[in-house]
């Protein structure tokens, strides 16, 4: 029921979107739904990175420092926000490197 | 392959793997093969509950259901002393001075209790709790923690050389339908996954 319920919900803003965009061509579309599966992408390498790092801070803090640092530090939710932040500005700055030409 | 089409593909597998997630019973199906179903309780010689979180005094969600699960093993007469277990940070009452606290006012006597806040990981805390244990001959324990959380405490607490009977604690629900349930079901195994990984290379288990 709940995931009945989102789809529905997802599924009708998505129309509505695509109806007030109907005279968009589908190509571009494609372009888009590229890009935003790329900037994911983007987003899941740096969540990767930033989890990894911080397992491997936390890890020196032990031995090096001799000082306790939970490894589940990692593990908290605000981290995957930053990385998608991350994604996102990497992306733009690309976009305006492009658009700006050589 | 491009980095660009690189980046394409892993964000179409996340995508992906985001709605099996939360829109289909694999993280539920996932539950079932990392956790082992429960057995019942057995008499031990001591119940020790590990710590979990406590911020400024305030006991953690699992925190609170591990030390309401010892006290009430410990209710039903199953060993005559409960150990809690939890550290504290920066001068605060450590986590198991706060469950000793909630296990008296819950009518556990003073005498009965054993508060060790030393243990700051799983291994720590079995180390210390053989240091505590051992001396008053008390190897057969009742584990008490999360059931997803049992499998590695208990092989780290079997090598620490206790006897142990595993009793979980169901700190969430393994058939839960809600797509935001799901994912903090999925977010759990995976984070417990990594911790038996890490456990295992650096030879703990």
Redesign the interface.
């Known amino acids: 029921?709940?995931?009945a319920f989102?789809?529905v919900v997802v599924g009708l803003s998505s129309l509505a979107a695509a109806l007030v965009a109907r005279g968009r061509s589908r190509r571009r579309l494609r372009s888009a739904v590229?890009k935003?599966?790329?900037?994911?992408?983007?987003?899941?390498?740096f969540l990767f990175l930033n989890v990894g790092v911080g397992f491997c801070l936390a890890l020196l803090a032990r031995v090096v420092g001799g000082r306790?640092v939970?490894?589940?530090h990692s593990?908290d939710v605000t981290i995957l926000a930053v990385s998608i932040l991350q994604a996102l500005v990497w992306q733009w700055s690309r976009e305006a490197e492009a658009s700006a030409g050589p | 392959m491009s980095a660009?089409g690189?980046?394409?593909?892993?964000?179409?597998a996340?995508?992906a793997l985001f709605a099996a997630l939360?829109?289909t019973p694999l993280s539920n199906g996932l539950y079932d093969v990392l956790v082992p179903p429960a057995t019942p309780p057995e008499p031990a010689a001591a119940i020790v509950v590990l710590g979990s979180r406590v911020d400024d005094g305030v006991l953690s969600d699992s925190s609170l259901r591990r030390a309401l699960g010892g006290v009430v093993l410990f209710r039903q007469g199953l060993a005559p002393l409960l150990v809690m277990l939890g550290a504290g940070s920066h001068g605060k009452p450590s986590e198991a001075d706060v469950r000793v606290r909630l296990a008296q006012d819950l009518g556990v006597p003073a005498t009965a209790l054993l508060a060790d806040p030393r243990g700051?990981t799983t291994r720590d805390e079995a180390r210390m709790c053989w240091e505590d244990l051992a001396p008053r001959g008390m190897r057969r324990i009742l584990l008490v923690t999360g059931s997803e959380h049992m499998p590695r405490a208990a092989a780290l607490f079997r090598r620490a050389g206790f006897e142990v009977v595993e009793a979980p604690i169901m700190e969430l629900s393994s058939t839960v339908?809600?797509?935001q349930a799901r994912l903090a079901l999925s977010?759990v195994l995976l984070?417990e996954l990594l911790?038996r990984a890490?456990n295992r290379v650096a030879g703990f288990l």
């Open positions: 029921m709940d995931t989102i789809v590229g935003t599966l790329e900037t994911i992408g983007l987003a899941a390498v306790f939970s490894l589940y593990d | 660009q690189a980046l394409r593909g892993i964000g179409g996340t995508v939360a829109f700051r339908s809600q797509p977010r984070r911790a890490y």
